[in-house]
């Protein structure tokens, strides 16, 4: 939903044109010094809404159907326009107009150092919009109480403004700005300030560009161009950034100095960076994003947790064509017991975790099930995970069918264990038997809005442990009826199978239009009105009811998915949409 509103805002909102960017402008990750934990960077503006404008949202938002609902959004921006105007002395559509090259924001972690920030802003031929802005906040700044100085460094004019404190200080108690070339560049201190001019002229020896971690996870998440890092670019270094908070903290709090000396054991050290880019419109996709996630091997200690072997996964033929999306997941769980258990004997000594899961078996009362060699040891690690949408009643939004397939090594096993638990006093279901099976039925909450609960239900079959929120889906697959139209054969699936490698560690598809007209009906009947109202109610009011139907816009969208595989370094995840045939 949230991505389907920013693309809203986008589509709407911004400009129809914007100015190229300077193409000798130095890229802000060379104005960095190293020690950056958090960066996120749009290298060009005018090129990501260049973009957009091919992909099938942007297609949408210049459809005819939309204009009843264009001018709702149009005549709600004048409204915040007005407001905007009056606080800030600059209309909105001059802010929007503002972007014209880089955007971006990094977090800095310099060693012995206060962490700091810095954000930059390429405002292209708009300096005059920002002055006047500048203004006007620095008058903002004196009602405050904040002083502010000018300083020059090395022939730029830097502001200084200082806040007073509140109570017990957090965060940064001065803002630091300058505007230099057509760049606006915000930090936290002066001492940021001063390195990201040191490094103006982009020949610097020491910057952010030349991190091998932060290169190496560009290379892994390009587009297949040399060239091209992504539309939008994105580094995490996360126990840099840990580090660093749990220093400053220890400076006033001691005994949090120690937690530091637990990363180690807890194996979180090896986990190195992570970071992404976001393409748009390529040859082959309307959109994808790529992450990486480097990981030193070894892996060791908590990360032993989440070890997901790749293995060959397509859907099975129970899932029906009309799914609106499909899960797969291959985890290694009795490595993750494993894991578990080593930590745990590390704090708590040797055999102490078997020696607990022992006594929780025997326990009086209990349903007399071993955790590891009743449950763990039963399941074989495959999780399934398929939505399906369900069958509308009255005005009612009507809600996913769900179905979890979990797969088993020993079924029969299991359904025993599953036996005992059912007998625990307490237990929410109730058993009735169905083909030869146990179908252990319980009411749930139906979270579309309807009055009445719906019958979930838990059951082993197919050699699978199978829940389900409408239990008529366990009856149908207990049956066997696998006679209709299936997903594997659906030319959707095929269309993103075709991007899919032979082996992955989690697999998905799904369909924008199913998973969207859910949320496309709650907006035109008002129900996402009144929620909105509900969080923000100084929002313009819009009438939703001018949305086109749901038919109309359904055209454009296509079916996506997105897989997970296992690196020498860490772990690769990728997300695409297909694009409409032509």
């Given at each position: 939903m949230r991505m389907f509103l920013g693309a809203l805002v986008l589509a709407f909102t911004a400009p129809a044109w914007l100015p190229a960017a300077d193409s000798d402008s130095v890229p802000t990750d060379r104005l960095l010094p190293r020690d950056v934990a958090l960066y996120v960077s749009v290298p060009d503006v005018s090129d990501l809404k260049a973009k957009f404008a091919q992909t099938a949202m942007g297609a949408i938002s210049e459809d005819s159907a939309f204009e009843p609902f264009k001018g709702e959004l149009h005549k709600a921006l004048g409204q915040l326009s007005e407001e905007w105007q009056q606080r800030i002395g600059v209309p909105l559509k001059d802010l929007f107009d503002l972007p014209s090259g880089e955007m971006a924001l990094a977090v800095l972690t310099p060693p012995g150092k206060k962490m700091s920030a810095v954000l930059f802003f390429d405002f292209g031929d708009s300096e005059k919009t920002v002055t006047t802005l500048l203004e006007n906040v620095e008058k903002a700044f004196e009602e405050r109480e904040a002083t502010g100085d000018d300083e020059d460094v090395d022939g730029t004019k830097v502001s200084v403004w200082t806040f007073k404190g509140e109570g017990q200080q957090q965060g940064p108690n001065q803002l630091v700005y300058f505007m230099k070339d057509t760049m606006l560049v915000l930090a936290t201190d002066l001492a940021t300030s001063k390195d990201v001019l040191a490094r103006w002229d982009g020949k610097h020896s020491e910057t952010f560009a030349d991190n091998e971690k932060y290169n190496f996870i560009l290379e892994k998440c390009s587009a297949g161009k040399s060239d091209d890092d992504g539309l939008i670019v994105w580094y995490l270094d996360p126990m840099g950034l840990v580090r660093s908070v749990m220093t400053q903290l220890a400076a006033t709090n001691p005994q949090l100095g120690l937690a530091i000396g637990f990363l180690e054991p807890l194996g979180v050290?090896?986990?190195?960076?992570?970071?992404?880019?976001?393409?748009?419109?390529?040859?082959?996709?309307?959109?994808?994003?790529?992450?990486?996630?480097?990981?030193?091997?070894?892996?060791?200690?908590?990360?032993?947790?989440?070890?997901?072997?790749?293995?060959?996964?397509?859907?099975?033929?129970?899932?029906?064509?009309?799914?609106?999306?499909?899960?797969?997941?291959?985890?290694?769980?009795?490595?993750?017991?494993?894991?578990?258990?080593?930590?745990?004997?590390?704090?708590?000594?040797?055999?102490?975790?078997?020696?607990?899961l022992d006594q929780l078996a025997e326990n009086e009362g209990g349903p007399k099930v071993h955790l590891k060699k009743d449950v763990i040891d039963a399941i074989a690690g495959r999780v399934q995970v398929v939505s399906e949408p369900g069958k509308k009643q009255g005005d009612a939004t009507p809600q996913e069918r769900l179905i979890v397939a979990i797969a088993l090594?020993?079924?029969?096993?299991?359904?025993?264990?599953?036996?005992?638990?059912?007998?625990?006093?307490?237990?929410?279901?109730?058993?009735?038997?169905?083909?030869?099976?146990?179908?252990?039925?319980?009411?749930?909450?139906?979270?579309?809005?309807?009055?009445?609960?719906?019958?979930?239900?838990?059951?082993?079959?197919?050699?699978?442990?199978?829940?389900?929120?409408?239990?008529?889906?366990?009856?149908?697959?207990?049956?066997?009826?696998?006679?209709?139209?299936?997903?594997?054969?659906?030319?959707?699936?095929?269309?993103?199978a075709e991007h899919l490698p032979a082996k992955t560690s989690i697999s998905t598809f799904s369909r924008s239009d199913s998973q969207l007209e859910t949320l496309w009906d709650s907006a035109k009947n008002g129900q996402l009105s009144d929620q909105l109202s509900a969080i923000l109610p100084n929002l313009p009011q819009l009438d939703w009811s001018k949305l086109p139907e749901f038919d109309s816009i359904k055209k454009f969208l296509q079916p996506s998915g997105s897989y997970t595989v296992p690196d020498k370094k860490g772990v690769l995840f990728v997300g695409f949409g297909t694009k409409k045939k032509s």
């Open positions: 050290n090896g986990l190195k960076a992570v970071g992404g880019s976001l393409h748009l419109a390529t040859d082959e996709f309307d959109s994808v994003s790529k992450s990486f996630l480097m990981i030193e091997p070894p892996t060791k200690g908590v990360l032993n947790v989440f070890q997901f072997p790749a293995i060959e996964q397509k859907p099975p033929r129970w899932v029906p064509a009309n799914a609106s999306l499909w899960v797969s997941a291959n985890w290694d769980l009795a490595g993750a017991y494993k894991a578990i258990a080593t930590l745990v004997d590390m704090f708590r000594g040797p055999g102490s975790t078997d020696a607990v090594k020993d079924a029969k096993k299991f359904q025993a264990t599953l036996s005992k638990i059912a007998k625990t006093p307490g237990f929410p279901g109730t058993s009735r038997e169905f083909k030869g099976a146990t179908i252990y039925e319980m009411e749930l909450p139906d979270f579309s809005g309807g009055a009445e609960p719906k019958q979930g239900g838990l059951a082993v079959g197919q050699d699978q442990l199978l829940f389900s929120n409408d239990v008529t889906v366990l009856e149908t697959m207990l049956r066997g009826d696998q006679d209709g139209d299936t997903l594997v054969d659906s030319p959707e699936y095929k269309r993103v």
